[in-house]
């Protein structure tokens, strides 16, 4: 069941869980499709006033049976129609953050209206999985290391060379989803304005999920992704116009 309390908090209650979503901190990165003007940045109460349609994000059984809960942060991008065309992961598991991430790509707003108009909008949301027992001391207190030290990580099965002859790199981590799908990128090193580039390589990859036991997992993959020199270069002019997630 879903409730709106005054606060602009939005919480959900389901079997043996609660999850608390907060809209707040919108992303200095976000930028327009055109690289051009940042876009709007909506706080808690504005965006929450907008969001007319959403899906409770599921959590994941197999974090509920290893005690795994926490909280997952994640960047929201909405086009003028109220559709969510970008959501970027931040922090939080990856089981975790692969729910969220499932779950608001069907979220819906209504238009954020501009001075001309309907436009994009920014913001940000935190959802808490908490697991509801009885007892805190049924908990274990290291049951997320625990269930890490378990998981095969992702790997890359097909990494077609870069026709360009590229070299430079630009380091990303990817969630790679429990079907081998890049589900998010992030740029932990190299020019944050080559993001876009980086991932087109990305895309001509394919992967092999990480593994829990016999059972396929989304989690996080570290890689170095060439880059054409083209690019560097009409990144490194355009560096200052477009910063990346983590950037300041």
């Known amino acids: 069941m879903a409730s709106l309390p005054q606060s602009g908090w939005r919480s959900w209650q389901g079997l043996g869980m609660m999850v608390l979503c907060l809209l707040g901190f919108p992303p200095a990165w976000a930028q327009r499709p055109d690289g051009q003007q940042p876009l709007p940045e909506l706080d808690a109460k ?5 969001l007319y349609s959403q899906v409770t994000p599921e959590y994941p059984v197999l974090a509920k049976v290893n005690f795994i809960q926490g909280r997952v942060r994640v960047q929201l991008v909405v086009s003028p129609e109220g559709k969510v065309v970008s959501a970027h992961v931040q922090s939080g598991n990856p089981l975790l953050a692969a729910a969220v991430l499932d779950s608001v790509g069907v979220w819906r707003y209504r238009p954020h209206m501009g001075k001309d108009g309907p436009t994009s909008f920014a913001t940000k949301l ?3 999985f908490q697991l509801r027992t009885r007892s805190t001391d049924l908990v274990p207190t290291r049951a997320e290391s625990d269930f890490r030290r378990q998981v095969k990580p ?3 099965l097909t ?3 870069d026709p360009s002859g590229a070299d430079p790199s630009v380091r990303l981590r990817l969630l790679v989803s429990a079907e081998g799908k890049v589900m ?3 740029v932990l090193k190299g020019i944050p304005s080559l993001l ?3 991932r087109k390589v990305v895309k001509r990859w394919s992967f092999r999920p990480a593994r829990w036991g016999t059972l396929f997992v989304p989690w996080y993959l570290e890689v170095d992704v060439p880059v054409d020199n083209a ?3 009409a990144g490194v002019g355009s560096q200052h116009g477009l910063r990346g997630p983590g950037t300041e």
């Open 184 to 186: 998010d990128s992030e």
């Open 126 to 128: 935190e959802v808490n």
């Open 231 to 233: 690019s560097v270069q």
């Open 46 to 50: 504005a965006a929450s006033r907008l």
């Open 154 to 156: 992702p790997e890359v």
């Open 159 to 161: 990494r077609p060379a």
């Open 196 to 198: 876009e580039r980086a």
